[in-house]
Nanobody
């Protein structure tokens, strides 16, 4: 099973990026998929998650109103649209999947599936 994130880059504050995470090796029916980030010297941090059907979305307070998560189950892909980016959004962003939303939001070090990240750098 692989979760491959892409779409990161360097952007000025106030700009936008769209991250994608393509899953392979299995389908994630019934799983939450989402995003975490880790900045240098900081703990891994939950960013956002979305339910299998897309009807429930969860966001960290720090990104509410600026980020939007979505998924395309036909493509086994989850997206993160990031708008109004701030320098403090700079981090490596990883995608992950788990069938328990509490694990996704609160116990992120034990999520079932975790992918390599993509670097997002926001300049001031």
């Amino acid at each position: 099973v692989q979760l491959q994130a892409s779409g990161g880059g360097l952007v000025q504050a106030g700009g936008s990026l769209r991250l994608s995470c393509a899953a392979s090796g299995r389908t994630f029916k019934g799983y939450y998929m989402g995003w975490f980030r880790q900045a240098p010297g900081k703990e891994r941090e939950f960013v956002s998650a979305v339910s299998w059907g897309g009807g429930s979305a969860y966001y960290a307070d720090s990104v509410k109103g600026r980020f939007n998560i979505s998924r395309d189950n036909a493509k086994n892909t989850v997206y993160l649209q990031m708008n109004a980016l701030l320098p403090e959004d700079t981090a490596v962003y990883h995608c992950a999947a788990d069938n328990n939303i509490l694990t996704m939001t609160s116990r992120i070090y034990i999520v079932h599936y975790w992918g390599k990240g993509t670097q997002v750098t926001v300049s001031s």
